[in-house]
């Protein structure tokens, strides 16, 4: 099982839909938790961040399942501008550091 | 701030050339990692650095060296340029590895014919 596992999708939503990806994790230590988006061609760039409670900014929301071991991402009133592929990100103690896991990726592409 | 910057953009090698990718942040981070990139796989940790002077391997280290002799810089040495290496590249630096996020570079798109 990988430590890290999204669906890569693509979802293909009209704009102002809301869409949500879930992203699953192996490692129950796993410590703190990501959204990224990432244009074609560029960067990752840091979304937010994920905290036990749930966390929003704006139309984004996001959850930690901890008993579950998953992490959502909800968007609202999707715009053109959203699409991206959204990576998950994991960082979980390994030989006394913490180490970051990606996972692959989950292609959003919001049409008219 | 510059954040962190990556140079080149883009480089084509030879099979067997040596390189050196080179990353610079200035915000002070103490956390930086070089990672590579491949469709379908994601982001795969090479090697990163909690501090100057000290690094370790990530997932995918052979074929790659490192050092950090400063706070601010990491540079990525490729020994022996092999096909397999052309990816894209991107460095990343952050405040704290556990509880924050990363700061990645532009990324170096790298061909070896």
Redo the contacts between chains.
Sequence with gaps: RKEVEQDPGPFNVPEGATVAFNCTYSNSASQSFFWYRQDCRKEPKLLMSVYSSGNEDGRFTAQLNRASQYISLLIRDSKLSDSATYLCVVTSPTGGSYIPTFGRGTSLIVHP | NAGVTQTPKFQVLKTGQSMTLQCAQDMNHEYM?W?RQDP??????IH?S?GAGIT?Q?EVPNGYNVSRSTTEDFPLRLLSAAPSQTSVY?CASSRD???Y???????TRLTVV
Aim: proline share 0%; charged share 15%.
């Design positions: 990692s990672y379908g796989m994601g982001l795969r940790l990163y909690v370790d990530g991107f590895r556990a509880n996020g990363y700061t990645f570079g532009s990324g």
